[in-house]
């Protein structure tokens, strides 16, 4: 079992930041990706930034250029720096841990946007 807690969604107006985290802990295994989704009202769930534990990312098209997404394997932790935020960004964030043992999610964290 993998637990993921995540942390740092909240209120910012347009054009503002955001720095979201998540600590993953329990069966680690060193190969391994973590990323985050998002699900707005009424849409489903779409990647928003991945990333490898070699460090290879993947982005959507929608983020490039304005989000940035790390990692610390030292401390089983992917971040997602969130700037230029713009209201069609308003979502719950999930965190994802993905290896060959399995999936598993975050309790999602609330971002929203003002315009």
């Known amino acids: 079992q993998v637990q993921l807690v995540e942390s740092g969604g909240g209120l910012v107006q347009a054009g503002g930041s955001l720095r979201l985290s998540c600590a993953a802990s329990?069966?680690?295994?060193?190969?391994?990706?973590m990323g985050w989704y998002r699900q707005a009202p009424g849409k489903q769930r779409e990647l928003v930034a991945s990333i490898t534990s070699g460090g290879s990312t993947n982005y959507a098209n929608s983020v490039k250029g304005r989000f940035t997404i790390s990692r610390d394997n030292t401390k089983n932790t992917v971040y997602l720096q969130m700037n230029s935020l713009k209201p069609e960004d308003t979502a719950v964030f999930y965190c994802n841990y993905g290896s060959f043992r399995g999936d598993y999610w975050g309790q999602g964290t609330q971002v929203t946007v003002s315009s």
């Open positions: 329990g069966s680690i295994f060193s190969i391994n990706t």
